[in-house]
Nanobody, 124 residues
């Protein structure tokens, strides 16, 4: 089992940037694919980005492609999400997730482990 803790959320103006972090503990971080998801009020959990265990392959939702960058530091057991050119529609609670799967997946149900979430609010 792996425990995940997100940090780095906050309030930012449209066009600004934030970097989210997700610290992992409990099992070998480098064995897990990792993903970022978000959930806005009244909406379902939405895929944002995912990264394979080595960090060599990534996948992004179309809505964030070119603005967000997912990365990981396996030596520090940490996952990152660099968010640039933020828009009000990016406002949501952001969650990191982990799974032992070998295949990148966008489905929340495919991830076994979740953090508690961090709020990102983008003002217009």
């Amino acid at each position: 089992q792996v425990q995940l803790v997100e940090s780095g959320g906050g309030l930012v103006q449209a066009g600004g940037s934030l970097r989210l972090s997700c610290g992992a503990s409990g099992r070998t971080f480098s064995n897990y694919i990792m993903g970022w998801f978000r959930q806005a009020p009244g909406k379902g959990r939405e895929f944002v980005a995912a990264i394979v265990s080595t960090g060599r392959v990534t996948n992004y939702a179309d809505s964030v492609k070119g603005r967000f960058d997912i990365s990981r530091d396996n030596a520090q057991n940490t996952l990152y999400l660099q968010m640039n050119s933020l828009k009000p529609e990016d406002t949501a609670v952001y969650y990191c997730a982990a799974d032992r799967s070998l295949i990148l997946t966008e489905r929340p149900t495919d991830y076994a482990y979740w953090g508690q979430g961090t709020q990102v609010t983008v003002s217009s």
